[in-house]
């Protein structure tokens, strides 16, 4: 082979060499964002089935959130709503008052970081996320004195994080429900 044939030759090897690397590069860009148009779209088309929002710098001072407001309502039509904040590292109210065997809403945030409970051994389970409002319904079968640990790591004070929940029979609890606004079992 003349000088100038291997220098063709060995030109060709490296096009070729550039070529197929090419097609690799914009082939993973082109997958990388095959994804990023899938997964938008299935997030578009199946959106989460509710999404409540609440602003983290004014939740103390205005709004559902605020400190007179916490703690268990019966509303006039008989439902039952506990309202709660969860911050490092307590939960306002720290003890919650709720009637056995009647449904009760929970709604609930976080102010700070990303906190959670549950109740006993009952299927009162939530995460609390700030800026989010997280709510579910249960009922409590039995009376008596329930613990209230915070379940998702939040700081050093994790572990001593932890509310009570104190399950009234009915009519005791309508009694007490009737005589205030916002019951609590928080010793005043
Ligand atoms: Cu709050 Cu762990």
Redesign the pocket.
């Known amino acids: 082979m003349s000088p100038a044939a291997s220098h063709h030759a060995s030109e060709a090897v490296a096009v070729a060499a550039e070529r197929r690397w090419a097609i690799i590069v914009v082939s993973i860009i082109g997958l990388l964002v095959l994804m990023m148009v899938i997964t938008g779209l299935h997030w578009a088309s199946m959106p989460p089935s509710r999404v409540e929002t609440v602003d983290v710098k004014t939740v103390h001072i205005r709004g559902e959130f605020v400190e007179g407001n916490l703690g268990t309502a019966l509303d006039p039509d008989g439902t039952v709503t506990v309202r709660l904040v969860?911050q490092?590292?307590s939960f306002v109210p720290q003890c919650i008052v709720v009637p056995e065997g009647m449904p009760v809403t929970f709604r609930a945030t976080a102010t700070d970081?990303i906190?959670?409970f549950v109740v006993g051994r009952t299927n009162a389970n939530t995460m609390l996320v700030p800026g989010f409002v997280s709510t579910f319904t249960t009922t409590f079968p039995k009376a008596g004195e329930q613990l209230m640990p915070?379940?998702?790591?939040?700081?050093t004070g994790?572990e001593a994080?932890w509310a009570h929940v104190q399950v009234l029979p009915r009519d005791e609890f309508l009694a007490k429900a009737r005589s205030a606004e916002r019951v609590s079992c928080v010793p005043s």
């Open positions: 969860a490092q590292y970081a906190h959670g915070c379940h998702e790591y939040c700081g994790h994080m």
